[in-house]
């Protein structure tokens, strides 16, 4: 084990604890987080994770769903409640789409923890849009570095991810092969998301085909799924990779909630739908429609205790289209 004062490459002053076998953790004086944490890391090997959010309809002031309910996507960067590892501080990521404005979506990403960054308190109460997605990260595969945060842009496609491949370092130059020159060289990180994501272009985009629709993403994350579970295989790789995954264009959602095991348990997701989206007092609802309102949210974690929360079945999609009905169908990988 070794405690050294950390480098320039991690945004806060502290320390960093290296013990074998186990994710790096810094250690920032003042934060309440870390002895808990440096607790887990001494007891226990943590499988590093990460929470998400999507949320599409009614156009939504997005501090209602970064900030305001008890258990909000900002209060899960510091305490998780659905997850072993309850510290998710390795940087966040925001997506949302001003379609009056351009086509492609607006990005922030930031390597601070979402529960200390001042810019994305600011700018929350000012950002009005119809699609938004956001990710707060645990570090698995790849250091903290924007080029490693959540979620990941394609032209007008974002994707995030809650999960990971054990021993991605094995297959990494396998999944990259099959890229066409272009989605190889447009790979800036090292996680094993952006590669995914590369690979699901890859076969979203294979023999010059343009139309995007809910119908060939899913066909896309079958097919990628696939490659991975083949690639797992011959690398011997044997513990199970976890994929809850979501892809918009900012009309419609594709969420996954899968793992390569039968039988093993998925990480969690959940997706409420209804007239509007509401918070009071730290508790939201879905509540009757004024006009034409109606919201669809898909999350990692239930965002308050209300039972508005309906569970996405192990090794399914969630679909949402630009008429916001959600569906389910079985993922067939």
Known sequence: MTYRESESDHPCKGFRLTIPNVKPVHLVFGDCATHYTLYLLLTKTIPAMCRLLAYLGSPIIIDKLLYQPKNSLVNQSINAKEIEEPLNGDGFGIGWYVPELHEEPVTFVSVNPAWSNRNL???????????FIAHVRAASVGEVSESNCHPFQYRNLLMMHNG???????????IREPLSDELYNWIKGQ?????????????????????????????????????LKKLMEDADIQDAAYLNMVVTNGSFFVGTRYTTIPGEEPLTLYHSEGGRYVVEDGISFMVAPKD??????????????????TAIPSNHFVIVDNALNVSVRAIKA
Do not use: Y
């Open 164 to 174: 990971g491949v054990e021993n991605f370092s094995r297959i990494k130059r396998k």
């Open 191 to 227: 996680t094993d998301s952006e590669h995914l994501f590369a690979c699901l272009l890859n076969h979203l985009f294979a023999d010059g085909k343009t139309t995007v629709t809910s119908e060939t993403v899913m066909g896309a994350f079958e097919k990628t799924f696939g490659d």
């Open 292 to 309: 034409d309102d109606q919201a669809v949210l898909i999350v990692s974690e239930k965002l308050t205790e209300e039972k508005h929360w």
């Open 121 to 131: 308190r600011n700018l929350a109460p000012k950002i009005r849009t119809e699609c």
